[in-house]
């Protein structure tokens, strides 16, 4: 039996986004393949809100945030955390070489300006890495705060944003905050199946990453922003064009749903998987203005079985997510973004209160 899956990624796929899986292969050098990838690359640009090119990787969004760091770091990376995954990006700054220190905020709390006023401060860093949404807490940085006083006091640092888990189901201005390098993933709120990854790159960071010697082969942004520029949207190494087909598909369905009413219909499910957490056990994130419009971290206040819990839900059909990490049966989470409805999320959580006797 299919699972519907609540959890942070991979989501479910709509069958007719499946199905453009199955187009037929082309070649990958032809001009049919150049006006795919463009097209895709110009779709994105508007869900990101963004001039800037995107680059498309055969890859998980793990791919380009290694190669943005180390790509993009010439001096010193501030890498900002609010869980697991900021660590993970401070992680592959290490294991390539990057100089980078890690700024990690309390379990549950964001990445402030004012965190990264006084890094900044100091002069010694020319990136900063920010997870707009972190999936461990279920919590979402004011990356449009940090963007204004990057812009006013520190213009020359370069701005790299990790929205694997929330572009195209929360508002994110690339171009108005300020953004170098924004990255995401299919497998979440673009409602694709896992396996590609897309970033937008401004000209400034392109030419900043220039003066960067190593930067890898397989993730050289430069390399991928200067093929594009040269071969008319082709990539040095074979794409997934199975992935594009459907992408394509996708972007279209997305872009005539209209950006804002898909905005809004995330937090339309935010809001319900809110009001039922508060009502039966707690909020991970206590302050409400950080919370994460395409996932919910629930604190399990009253130590229910989250194991126990999902073998039964998996029984009527139904998947959620154990808390990560170190916060594993201390906190459970479920995802409410791609292209589910709220009478699904309503589904759900009516068989959670059954099983829990809530």
């Known amino acids: 039996m299919h699972k519907k899956l609540f959890i942070p990624g991979p989501i479910d796929v709509r069958e007719d986004v499946l199905q453009k899986m199955a187009t037929p292969q082309i070649g990958h050098r032809t001009k049919e393949a150049s006006a795919l990838q463009r097209s895709v690359s110009e779709k994105l640009m508007k869900v990101f809100q963004t001039k800037n090119q995107i680059i498309l990787s055969t890859s998980s969004g793990s791919g380009l945030m290694e190669g943005a760091i180390r790509s993009c770091t010439r001096k010193r990376a501030a890498v ?8 993970r990006w401070f992680k592959m700054a290490k294991a390539n070489g990057v100089p980078a220190d ?4 309390v379990p549950g709390k964001p990445t402030t300006p004012e965190m990264v006023d006084e890094a900044l401060a100091t002069g010694k860093y020319d990136v900063i890495t920010v997870t707009q949404n972190e999936t461990s807490a279920g919590i979402m940085n004011p990356c449009g705060e940090i963007g204004e006083l990057l812009k006013k006091k520190y213009p020359d640092v370069l701005y790299l944003i990790d929205t694997v888990s929330s572009m195209g189901g929360t508002d994110i201005r690339v171009d108005e905050w300020g953004v170098d390098v924004c990255i995401t993933s299919t497998q979440k709120c673009l409602g694709l199946p896992a396996g ?10 392109v030419e900043a990453a220039r ?7 397989y993730f050289d942004l430069v390399e991928l922003y200067d093929f594009i520029q040269k071969k008319d949207h082709q990539y040095p190494s074979t794409p997934s064009l199975s992935h ?4 394509d598909y996708q972007l279209d369905k997305i872009l005539a749903e209209g950006l804002e009413k898909r905005f809004a219909r995330h937090i339309e499910m935010a809001e319900y998987v809110r009001a039922w957490a508060r009502k039966n056990f707690a909020l991970f994130v206590e302050d409400e203005k950080y919370l994460s419009n395409t996932l919910t971290t629930v604190t399990n206040t009253i130590g229910i079985d989250v194991g126990g819990l999902n073998k039964k839900l998996g029984e009527r059909g139904f998947m959620i ?16 973004m791609g292209d589910y409805t709220l009478g699904e999320v309503k589904e759900l959580i009516k068989n959670i209160n059954e099983i829990l006797g809530l």
């Open 102 to 105: 890690k700024i990690s905020s």
């Open 80 to 87: 900002f955390s609010v869980g697991a995954f900021g660590d």
């Open 244 to 247: 594009m087909f459907a992408m």
């Open 211 to 217: 003066q960067v010697e190593n930067r890898g082969m």
């Open 321 to 336: 997510s154990n808390g990560y990490g170190d916060l594993k049966d201390k906190t459970f989470r479920i995802s409410h």
């Open 196 to 205: 590609m990854s897309a970033c937008s790159i401004s000209e400034r960071a």
